[in-house]
């Protein structure tokens, strides 16, 4: 990007004119962006890993997603009123020549929002640096990056990952056997030998712990997560393990021992950190000095255990409003858990999972930059009744995902896992090698799929894709050639049109219900059952 009008004054509140391509740093608590023409589209981005990160038409709003009840989990809970386009830490608008307009703070506490035809952010505790572009996209996005660097530093790892993951397949129905016998009929792929592995990374996911809160292995792991993690390690590959260390379930020990340890607002009022597992869950407040030792604890814990490869999840927790032991802003004190964390990591590759983006940086090696991947292309359900685009589904990890691979000079991105086989999946073959395409641009392949559940001919297939060189070429906005073969994304992930009267009558009284927790805990027991009927039939 061509150096332009460098703003070094420093003042609570600013205003600036952006007419020449180029970009300039700003400071202050407040600034204003004027924009040389007539906006037309909106990149709102959203505050962690399974948020909204999108373009979007200006006359196509976005509504708040449903059910309110999962909210918190979601999106933003700060903004989630705020009906202007807006979006975390930076936004920018397309203007009608097709130049980016930017605007994008360098400091953790920040939002943008446009409004009366300007881009206006602001910090929540004071002033910082900002960084205004007018330009071309990527140009735009390499500087952003490039200065974000700078300040936060970035992940340590640039191989390209290689992960079985337990969780897009068993879900929490996970248990020492089964994942036993997966980890051999691994060793039985087509392919696999002594040198190459194909996947490096074993990673067990949600099942294995007492609780959320209580890290200790639960009753289908009798021969403890440390057994597991030798096991993994007996076959040549890493050992995973998933934690959702900054949440908390009231059905746990941990809530029940320390109630001081949890993140209120004002009022004194436990702080909801969303709805999941059947259940609300709470926040731990990473201010206070007998968390972090708690945290540290944990993390050696894992460590000891064996495992190299740590995803820790719903880490938005930490970074929660709310009132804290110390006070600071909440991004501050979510940056402070995830130091002690990362140093109690060592070593270890740290992927981190409904994080808050920007200041997850330079503390985790790889970050899962779009909402869960399922073995459905897009729901209506949840894209028209409640709107939601964070909803696990192909189209909606795939339309985040791609508006955050600019992030790549900063950590590892994560779209989530691919597919391979047709069992228990209502993908097309198109659709599974599209998600296939975005894992190869993300350098970063992981999956879920039992080797036991493929046909031969699947299995070939994906020891190819594993094995494949994934040269990777950036042709245009959403467009890549791969192993010499062009892929455009564009069309899959254009937002859709707004839904009609009907879906959105119909979408209000089922978030009423949503907010009943009985109907929604009737739900989770039927899923949960109908996973195990199939595992039944289906042994892996
Ligand atoms: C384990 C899973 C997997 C998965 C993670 C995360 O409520 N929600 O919006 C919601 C979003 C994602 C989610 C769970 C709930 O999945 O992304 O890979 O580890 O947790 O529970």
């Known amino acids: 990007m061509k150096p332009g009008i460098f703003e070094t004054l420093s003042a609570p509140s600013k205003s600036i004119q952006l007419a020449d391509t180029g970009s300039s740093l700003i400071s202050g608590t407040d600034v204003t962006v004027k924009l040389p023409g007539l906006p037309i589209k909106y990149l709102y981005h959203g505050w962690q890993s399974w948020s909204l990160t999108a373009w979007v038409d200006l006359n196509r709003p976005l509504k708040i997603m449903r059910p309110g009840i999962m909210n918190p989990g979601q999106t933003d809970p700060e903004f989630l009123h705020d009906l202007r386009p807006n979006g975390s830490w930076y936004g920018a608008v397309e203007l009608e020549d097709g130049k980016i307009a930017f605007l994008g703070a360098l400091g953790l506490d920040a939002h943008v929002a446009l409004e009366g035809g ?9 002033n910082g640096d900002w960084l205004a572009c007018l330009g071309d996209e990527s140009d735009i996005f390499n500087e952003y990056a490039t200065r974000l660097k700078e300040r ?13 993951c337990s969780w897009y397949s068993l879900y929490t129905e996970i248990d020492q056997e089964r994942l036993l016998k997966v980890l051999s009929d691994l060793d039985g792929l087509p392919g696999v030998d002594g040198k190459d592995k194909l996947f490096d990374i074993f990673q067990i996911d949600d099942g294995w712990q007492q609780d959320i809160g209580d890290w200790e292995p639960n009753a289908k792991f009798l021969g403890g997560m440390d057994g ?14 998933w934690l959702a260390p900054l949440v908390v379930s009231p059905s746990s020990n941990l809530f029940r021992r320390h109630q001081e340890w949890l993140l209120r ?4 009022k436990l702080v909801s950190a969303g709805f999941n597992w059947g259940r609300r869950v709470f926040a731990l407040d990473t201010t206070h000095p007998d968390v972090q030792a708690w945290l540290a604890n944990l993390m050696q814990k894992v460590r000891r255990w064996g495992y190299d490869y740590i995803k820790l999840d719903f880490l938005y927790g930490g970074a929660l409003p709310g009132r804290r032991h110390v006070d600071k802003t909440r991004e501050a004190a979510y940056r402070e858990g995830l130091q002690v964390i990362r140093k109690a990591l060592g070593e270890a590759y740290f992927l981190a999972c409904g994080a808050p983006l920007i200041p997850s940086i330079g503390l985790c090696d790889g970050m899962r930059v779009g909402p869960d991947v399922a073995s459905q292309w897009d729901d209506p359900f949840y894209r028209d009744i409640l709107r939601n685009f964070a909803a696990p589904g192909a189209v909606n990890a795939l339309r985040t995902s791609l508006n955050r691979l600019w992030m790549q000079p900063l950590f590892q991105t994560d779209p989530d896992v691919v597919y391979f086989g047709q069992k228990h999946n209502f993908l097309t073959e198109e659709q599974r090698a599209i998600l296939q395409n975005l894992a190869q641009v993300s350098g970063f392949i992981a999956t879920s799929d039992i080797p036991n559940w493929l046909t031969d001919a699947e299995k070939h297939n994906m020891v190819k894709f594993i094995k494949s060189s994934s040269r990777v070429e950036k ?20 937002m859709p049109p707004l839904p009609g009267a009907l879906s959105d009558i119909i979408g209000s009284y089922l978030d009423l219900a949503a907010n009943v927790r009985f109907p929604v805990k009737i739900v989770d027991m039927v899923s949960r059952g109908s996973l195990k009927k199939y595992l039944k039939n289906n042994p892996v």
């Not at 300007?118 to 004071?126: E, F, H, S, T």
């Not at 607002?265 to 004194?268: N, R």
């Not at 042709?475 to 254009?494: A, C, M, P, Q, T």
């Open 265 to 268: 607002d004002q009022h004194g």
């Open 118 to 126: 300007k881009l206006k952010g602001r910090y929540a505790g004071g």
């Open 475 to 494: 042709l245009g906005k959403y467009r890549y050639r791969i192993d010499g073969k062009e892929v455009d994304f564009s069309s899959f992930i254009e």
């Open 228 to 241: 597991m993690a030798a096991r993994i390690k007996d076959r040549g590959r890493v050992a995973g393990l």
């Open 152 to 164: 936060f530093g970035s992940g340590r790892s640039s191989h390209p990952m290689r992960v079985w």
